[in-house]
């Protein structure tokens, strides 16, 4: 339970600000067990006063009053703000990072603090429906490892991983993922309004085909190479297209997206 819990939030951007909603709205915490950091006053005012919880500019004092700290700042500015919270960190605290990257040795070296919960949410998280992958500093004790497991399942499934090398990997598959999904949702929109359909209804019937494509995945247990053959009737309109989409080399394309983020994630993390 994160019952008399600090949670500490340093740099609340999309992914930082994903977590305090979540935390919030599954009533895990009060906001008066979070304070968020971050440096735009303009910032810190609208977090306020969006979630009634407590701001600061200064993170060295969020990390001293969290007994959980999140770490949502960008990977490029560790190096400036990891050493801030140098010597900030109760032996009893927990760092949850949720940086593309960035290892979870190189956090400790920069902060002087080994118990950390490495994680990479996706966007959805932002309605408690991403999907976080997460792994333990070696030695992390199963209080610590509860804790992370409640803070990531308030925004949505949560998979540990023993292996950290699975992060760079999920960054690429499930962290990026969600950008895959909206930019072919967004050729299709425009393929139906290309075809004469007000983007209006366009957009309506792409979002509930995919919808309704993933429920019926998730539900039916099939293979979705069995689900795609159903749709493909001999001799019909599907067969046609995705005769296109071979040709176009979908698959292939999609593999070279995931593998340049993957190549990413390793050099964010200095390899
Ligand atoms: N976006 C995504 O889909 C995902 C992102 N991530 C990871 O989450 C992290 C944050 O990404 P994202 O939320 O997209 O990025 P954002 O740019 O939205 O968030 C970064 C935040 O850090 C703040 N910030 C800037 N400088 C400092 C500082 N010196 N001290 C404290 N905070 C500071 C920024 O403030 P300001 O607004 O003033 O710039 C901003 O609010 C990254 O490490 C990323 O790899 C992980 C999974 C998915
Ligand atoms: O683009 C990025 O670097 C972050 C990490 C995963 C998704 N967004």
Redo the contacts with the bound molecule.
């Keep these: 339970m994160l019952t008399n819990l600090n949670i500490a939030i ?7 600000e994903a977590v305090i909603g979540g935390l919030l709205q599954a009533e895990l915490v009060q906001p008066s067990q979070v304070l968020a ?4 006053p303009e ?1 810190r005012r609208e977090l306020s006063q969006r979630w009634g919880i407590a701001t600061t500019g200064d ?1 060295r004092e969020a990390a001293t009053w969290g007994n959980v700290v999140i770490l ?4 490029q ?1 560790t190096e ?2 990891l050493p801030q919270l140098n010597g900030a960190f109760q032996s009893d605290d927990l760092i949850v990072s ?4 960035v290892k979870m040795r190189q956090i400790a070296e920069a902060t002087g603090h080994s118990a950390i919960a490495r994680s ?4 959805p998280a932002q309605i408690a429906e991403g999907i976080t992958v997460w792994t333990a500093s070696k030695g992390l004790d199963q209080a610590r490892r509860g804790w992370a497991k409640i803070v990531l399942s308030a925004i949505g499934a949560e998979v540990e991983v023993e292996d950290e090398k699975f992060m760079d990997m999920a ?1 690429a598959l499930s ?1 990026t993922g ?1 950008a895959y999904v909206f930019m072919v949702m967004e050729a299709l929109i425009d393929a139906g309004v290309h075809m004469g359909f007000p983007r209006r209804i366009a957009a309506q019937l792409v979002e509930q085909t995919v919808i309704g494509a993933v429920r019926y995945s998730a539900q039916s247990g099939k293979h979705v190479a069995e689900l795609r053959n159903m749709v493909t009737s001999p001799g019909g309109t599907t067969a046609a297209a995705l005769y296109e989409l071979e040709k176009g080399r979908l698959r292939t394309v999609l593999a070279d997206g995931v593998w340049a983020a993957y190549r990413r994630a390793r050099e964010l993390g200095g390899e």
């Design positions: 340093i740099g609340t951007g999309t992914m930082g950091a971050t440096p735009r910032r993170n949502g700042i960008k990977p500015m400036q703000v949720v940086l593309a990257g990479m949410p996706n966007t960054t962290g969600p």
